[in-house]
């Protein structure tokens, strides 16, 4: 009962958010990239946090931020994150727009019902990259 409860909880958030964010700024890590994340960098394997960073959330966010648009980022789904993962994702994600002179923070809206703990770690790990001054 109580899974099944949580997951329409899912559905209808990520119903209600299709409706207010246009598809092309929806990205399902489970059903547009992997279920299983794998680590940081392309050369450590499959799925790597690089690749998502580089291939699916970078091109998105870009444009997002030229059109002033958000990118709803569903984590649910998958059989779970590494932190190397979650590092290289979305903290390469901040320091390559940094040297673009731009920010993710304010154009990324997480979402998950499963994993909400995952959602400040992730905004931590991007406001850590705001905050330095390194690359």
Same mark, same amino acid.
């Given at each position: ?8 909880? *899912? ?5 209600? +958010?299709s409706i207010m964010n246009n598809d092309k700024y929806h990205i399902?890590? /489970?059903?547009? #990239?992997?279920?299983? %994340? ?7 394997? $499959?799925?790597?946090?690089?690749? #998502? ?5 970078? %091109?998105?966010?870009?444009? /997002?931020? +030229?059109?002033?648009?958000?990118? +709803?980022? $569903? ?9 190397? #993962? ?17 920010? *993710?923070?304010? #154009? ?7 994993? %909400? ?19």
């Amino acid at each position: 009962m109580f899974q099944s409860a949580l997951w329409r909880k *899912a559905m209808i958030l990520k119903k209600r +958010t299709s409706i207010m964010n246009n598809d092309k700024y929806h990205i399902n890590i /489970a059903n547009d #990239f992997t279920i299983s %994340p794998g680590g940081r960098y392309r050369k450590d394997g $499959d799925h790597s946090g690089e690749e #998502f960073c580089d291939d699916y959330l970078l %091109p998105r966010v870009k444009e /997002a931020i +030229t059109e002033a648009a958000a990118v +709803t980022v $569903d984590l649910d789904g998958t059989i779970g994150y590494g932190s190397s #993962f979650l590092d290289e994702a979305f903290g390469g994600l901040q320091r390559k727009l940094k040297k673009e002179g731009k920010t *993710a923070i304010g #154009f990324i809206r997480l979402l998950s019902a499963r994993r %909400p703990h995952l959602i400040p770690i992730i905004e931590g790990i991007m406001n850590d990259v705001k905050d330095t001054d390194g690359n």
